[in-house]
């Protein structure tokens, strides 16, 4: 849904709520703050790295696994950033700054486990997808694994710190046969993609990691965001790949197939994507385990 004033303001309400919710550690806002300035460098990222000792170890071990695949081995954080980019750096800054933020709140390990597989898939998928709509490059491929990593964050702070609200919508769900977005709606008013896009903005990640996160339910209503289209597409193609579809979960078919029109894709490179998914996750489950070891 569009998102209001009103609704923002009331989902603010219920993000003050949870007091001990975590936030994003020093070293990622600050790497926020300077990346759009085009004076940064690649020395600036370094240094700001070099205050996170646990971070800047992360970030080399992944430079040099094979998720990245390079011949020559990275012998310091300067180079990396050099070698990957810094919106690949800030990438992987992010994804392991959020996975450790939630890290010791597995208090349903089940739904850990299956919540970051599925967010692995997507990312892995909507990097897949970035690559090839018109004018993807390497930064876009990198923002699209982002967005696809976090898309769902909202309905890991919903089983966290609200899981109230988070039974609630799965029981009525299933009640009325109706997708776990559609019912968050109709019961509490609000959805798992608008408080993970909420909490994005509040965290001062990019404005398109935001918006891309807010509507990936509905990306018609985000203003032509092609990464909101992408992230829609992975999750429904990271679902039918890896979980077979039989449940209304899987499709809002008007706005699947108006996302194959978006993106450029047909039905016959379903197939094809399906299996080029299966090994970029084959590769990422190695930048997971790089990226919540210590």
């Not at 993970?196 to 990936?216: E, M, Q, R, T």
């Amino acid at each position: 849904m569009p998102e209001t004033q009103t609704a923002k303001t009331e989902l603010q309400q219920v993000i003050g709520s949870i007091s001990d919710l975590p936030t994003p550690p020093m070293v990622l806002q600050q790497i926020n703050k300077v990346i759009n300035d085009p004076n940064t460098s690649a020395f600036d990222i370094a240094a700001i790295l070099a205050e996170d000792p646990a971070m800047s170890f992360k970030v080399l071990k992944l430079t040099n696994s094979a998720y990245y695949g390079f011949a020559k081995e990275v012998t310091s954080v300067k180079q990396a950033v050099i070698v990957m980019g810094i919106n690949a750096v800030r990438s992987m800054v992010l994804s392991t700054a959020v996975l450790d933020m939630f890290k010791g709140n597995e208090k349903n390990l089940q739904f850990h486990d299956q919540f970051w597989r599925h967010s692995l898939a997507t990312a892995s998928c909507a990097r897949l997808l970035a690559r090839r709509v018109p004018g993807g490059n390497a930064a876009g491929a990198e923002h699209a694994f982002s967005v696809g990593l976090l898309h769902d964050i909202g309905k890991l702070v919903m089983n966290c710190y609200l899981p109230n609200d988070f039974h609630a919508a799965q029981q009525f769900a299933e009640e009325h046969q109706l997708t776990p977005h559609r019912a968050e709606e109709e019961i509490l008013g609000y959805t798992h993609a608008e408080l993970g896009g909420l909490l994005a903005k509040n965290w001062k990640l990019p404005p398109l990691i935001c918006s891309a996160i807010y509507y990936h339910h509905c990306p018609k209503d985000s203003e032509n965001d092609i990464f909101a289209y992408v992230t829609h597409f992975a999750d429904y193609l990271s679902n039918l790949t890896f979980d077979p579809p039989g449940d209304l979960q899987r499709t809002e078919s008007l706005l699947v197939r108006e996302t194959f029109d978006v993106l450029d894709i047909s039905q016959d490179e379903l197939q094809p994507l399906k299996e080029a998914l299966i090994e970029e996750y084959v590769k990422s489950e190695t930048f997971m385990q790089i990226a919540t070891a210590l």
